[in-house]
C-alpha cells in the first residue's frame, strides 16, 4: 500500500511555471512506476507523464511533450511535474498516481494508487 499526497497547485499566468510535488508513504515506492494524470471540469482524466520505477525511462502526453518534466527521488519518496510554458488549457486538477506495472503505463486504469488531487489554474 502507499499513501500519496500532492501540493504545489496553484494560479498562474500563461507562461509562468509550477511545480508539482508528490509526497508518498510505503517502504516500497521504489517498486511502483508513478504517473501524472489531470482532470478539466466537465472532461476525462487524462495522462499526463510517466516514470519508470528507477526513473531510467519517462514518457509524456503530446500535449505537454517539451513543457513538463517528471522525475522521482526514490531516497525521499517523492515525485514531481515541473510545468514550464503553461497554458489556459492546462488548468485542471493534477493527480498524482501509482502503478505496480513494470516499465511506464499511461492508461488511468493501471494506477492501483491515487492521491487526491491538487488544483492547476492558469489564466491568459
Known amino acids: 500500500q502507499v499513501q500519496l499526497v500532492e501540493s504545489g497547485g496553484g494560479s498562474v499566468q500563461a507562461g509562468g511555471s509550477l511545480r508539482l510535488s508528490c509526497a508518498t508513504t510505503?517502504?516500497?515506492?521504489?517498486?511502483?512506476?508513478m504517473g501524472w494524470f489531470r482532470q478539466a471540469p466537465g472532461k476525462e482524466r487524462e495522462f499526463v507523464a510517466a516514470?519508470?520505477?528507477?526513473?531510467?525511462?519517462?514518457y509524456y502526453a503530446d500535449s505537454v511533450k517539451g513543457r513538463f518534466t517528471i522525475s522521482r527521488d526514490n531516497a525521499k519518496k517523492m515525485v514531481y511535474l515541473q510545468m514550464n510554458s503553461l497554458k489556459p488549457e492546462d488548468t485542471a486538477v493534477y493527480y498524482c498516481a501509482a502503478s505496480t506495472i513494470v516499465g511506464i503505463p499511461t492508461t488511468r486504469g493501471r494506477y492501483a494508487f491515487w492521491g487526491q488531487g491538487t488544483q492547476v489554474t492558469v489564466s491568459s
Open positions: 516514470i519508470s520505477r528507477s526513473a531510467g525511462s519517462t
Open positions: 510505503g517502504r516500497t515506492f521504489s517498486t511502483y512506476a
